[in-house]
Structure formats: structure tokens, C-alpha cells
């Protein structure tokens, strides 16, 4: 698997992974009072968070982001959904800057 590819995987699981610690978890922890839900949830979603983080600096060359869009794609990892964005739209290389048509 390349890792252009390994990175699309790890964007679509960690924004999934942030979805169910907030839509389930954590209802259940404050609401149901079961924190367990977070204590298993909470550290799955955070080794997948690093994983996203350190997939964005190594997938920045391949995909010849400049350092706004690697900026962005790092902020995109603290809003819920950014991460489908992110992986949906960035990445295929980006055009090469000054060479339009």
C-alpha cells in the first residue's frame, strides 16, 4: 500500500474515530454515566490522531502541498469532519504553482 493511500485510509478512520467520541462516547460517559465508552474510545481516536498528524508531513512532498495547505490539513484534524474533506479533495497532487494554462 503507498502512502498516499495509507494516509486516505487513516483520514477516513480518524474522523470517524472523532465522531464516535463525540456522538457516542461521550453521551454515554456524561449522560449514562459510562465512562468506560471514553476510555476505550478516547485512546483509539488519539493513537489515530497521531497517526493522521504524522501522515500529513510525510504525505506533504508526494503530494506537492505547500505549507498552507499542510497548515490547513493539520488544522482539519481538530474539527470533526475536516478530515473527509481533506482526504477527498487533497489528495491528488496539487498543480504545480505558475504553470497554468
Known amino acids: 500500500m503507498d502512502i498516499v493511500r495509507a494516509f486516505r485510509l487513516v483520514s477516513i478512520i480518524e474522523a470517524v474515530s472523532f465522531l464516535v467520541l463525540l456522538l457516542v462516547a461521550m453521551p454515554l460517559k456524561y449522560l449514562a454515566e459510562i465512562p468506560a465508552a471514553v476510555s476505550i474510545v478516547g485512546p483509539i481516536h488519539g493513537i489515530l490522531w497521531i497517526a493522521y498528524v504524522a501522515l500529513v508531513l510525510v504525505v506533504r512532498a508526494p503530494l506537492r502541498w505547500d505549507g498552507k495547505r499542510t497548515v490547513l490539513a493539520l488544522v482539519a484534524s481538530v474539527l470533526p469532519v475536516a478530515p ?3 482526504e ?3 489528495t491528488t ?8 494554462k
Open 84 to 86: 473527509f474533506f481533506v
Open 88 to 90: 477527498r479533495k487533497w
Open 93 to 100: 497532487p496539487a498543480e504545480p504553482v505558475g504553470l497554468g
